[in-house]
């Protein structure tokens, strides 16, 4: 195995087990023995387990950027619907068993972001740039008329994200998807409606 694609896998293996089980209970052991790679190799690829953190957060935003693009042009799709379909997606992501999928925005930001700033502007850096995609999208529907909100995009794109962020929350609380439902009725509510 090239080098490359050690680090690939060590990066995907570290947001499977972050997903899971959060960052500070994973110690790089658990990760290295499931890589099949020696400790002496890990800091070829990585400063410290903080660098590799925040490394793991920049694949995980790069990943979750593409699947949104391929979104963003859908064209065959109105930007109403291409907007629902992320939201779709995302509730199956957070609601299923596979820890791959799950948010690691959700999962950890609330843990290492009162103790890591590089971890905390690597979280700043992906939502950004998730929110500027989700924002393309709301322009497009609204131009083609499928979103009747014309307050600004990047506000309204805020919004949902803070909800679905929240509700991903909630259902992690309580263990149900009912916070997910609100989401989507507020959802159409405010694609619908200038607020």
């Not at 014309?150 to 998807?177: E, P």
Request: aromatic letters at 12%.
């Amino acid at each position: 195995m090239n080098a490359k694609n050690k680090k690939n896998l060590l990066l995907k293996i570290g947001q499977e087990f972050f997903a899971s089980q959060g960052f500070t209970n994973v110690g790089l052991a658990e990760i290295l023995k499931q890589a099949n790679i020696p400790k002496g190799s890990f800091y070829y690829y990585f400063n410290s387990k903080e660098d590799y953190g925040v490394q793991v957060i920049d694949h995980y935003i790069d990943n979750y950027i593409m699947a949104l693009q391929s979104l963003l042009k859908s064209s065959s799709l109105s930007g109403k619907d291409r907007l629902l379909k992320y939201w779709e997606k995302w509730q199956f992501s957070q609601c299923d068993n596979n820890f791959e999928g799950h948010c690691l925005i959700v999962k950890l930001s609330s843990e290492v972001t009162d103790y890591s700033e590089p971890m905390r502007k690597a979280f700043c850096r992906g939502t950004d740039r998730i929110l500027s995609l989700i924002a393309q999208i709301i322009t497009i529907g609204q131009k083609d008329n499928s979103i009747h909100n014309q307050a600004d995009n990047f506000f309204i794109a805020q919004q949902l994200y803070q909800q679905w962020l929240g509700a991903s929350l909630m259902v992690k609380i309580q263990k149900r998807s009912t916070a997910f439902t609100i989401a989507l009725h507020f959802t159409n509510f405010l694609l619908d409606n200038n607020i």
